[in-house]
């Protein structure tokens, strides 16, 4: 049966949908390479960060998947990609990366703290290496 919170999800969704469209026609969803360089002088050889957005606590200290958008920034005094990745509806992300130290950031449009979107992260900096996949997870806190 369907209710007024079925449809904020269904719009939600929709906006998830919208916003990876936009992402594939804009070529916005990385970029940079941090100025490092692969073998014989070519692209770099890149890692993958691999994780899931997951919304986290709560009474029974559940951890639910979320779709939405992660961040990844350069660490400070790193080199590397700084860009955003598209998750999946299951919570599920996998972005190719240079090699470098990143944070991590999260946003769900069902995740929300005092009636705003709120910001989820990672539990640290992710440390990168060349045909390397680090998993992270991003949480969001529920209180």
């Known amino acids: 049966m369907w209710t007024a919170q079925n ?5 939600s969704l929709a906006l998830v949908a919208v916003t990876v469209l936009m ?3 804009a070529n916005a969803c990385t970029s940079g390479s941090g100025g490092k360089q692969g073998p014989a002088g070519g692209p770099p050889a890149e890692g993958r960060i691999v994780g899931h957005l997951l919304l986290e606590g709560g009474p ?3 951890k639910q998947p979320l779709p939405g958008t992660v961040a990844y920034t350069v660490a ?3 080199t590397g990609s700084t860009g955003t990745v598209q998750v999946e509806l299951d919570g599920r992300f ?3 990366v240079s ?3 990143y944070s991590l ?3 769900s449009p069902l995740y929300h703290v005092n009636g705003q979107e709120g910001v989820c992260v990672a539990a640290g900096p992710v440390e990168v290496t060349s045909g390397q996949a680090k998993r992270a997870n991003v949480y969001c806190e529920m209180r």
């Open 7 to 11: 449809g904020v999800v269904f719009r």
């Open 76 to 78: 400070k005094n790193h």
């Open 94 to 96: 996998d972005v190719s």
């Open 60 to 62: 029974t200290n559940t």
């Open 99 to 101: 090699p470098g130290t």
């Open 23 to 25: 992402c594939a026609v």
């Open 105 to 107: 950031t999260g946003r």
